[in-house]
């Protein structure tokens, strides 16, 4: 049951993000837990995940994806490209080979 847990935090990490996937395989955790603790609750819980499983397959693809510069490894990715700009932007300025060119403007 806790490899089903994961598998739908994995699978709410994949269209939501790291964090709605975390809470969503601890949410699961938790329902499966009460359903081996209580077992006539163990029907409602299951019923409840296979719901929430099917309601992220059906809209999950239908709704906006979070930003990939947003993201854990794409922000990181994104101040690495912007740093490695700024570091050959610095050479150039301090080589003269920007001569003539109108200076770029940041879009922040």
């Known amino acids: ?20 996937g975390i809470f969503a395989a601890g949410a699961a955790a938790g329902l499966f837990l009460l359903a081996m603790v209580v077992p006539g609750a163990a029907a409602y819980a299951y019923v409840v995940v296979c719901a929430g499983v099917a309601g ?16 854990g490894l794409g ?7 912007r740093a490695i700009g700024s570091v050959r932007r610095a050479i150039q300025q301090v080589t003269g080979k920007d001569k003539g060119k109108a200076p770029r403007r940041s879009s922040r």
């Open 56 to 71: 992220v397959v059906l809209l999950g693809p239908k709704l906006k994806r979070p930003d990939a510069l947003a993201s």
């Open 1 to 20: 049951m806790f490899i089903a847990a994961l598998l739908v935090g994995l699978l709410v990490a994949y269209y939501f993000g790291i964090r709605p």
């Open 75 to 81: 922000g990181a990715r994104g101040r690495a490209f």
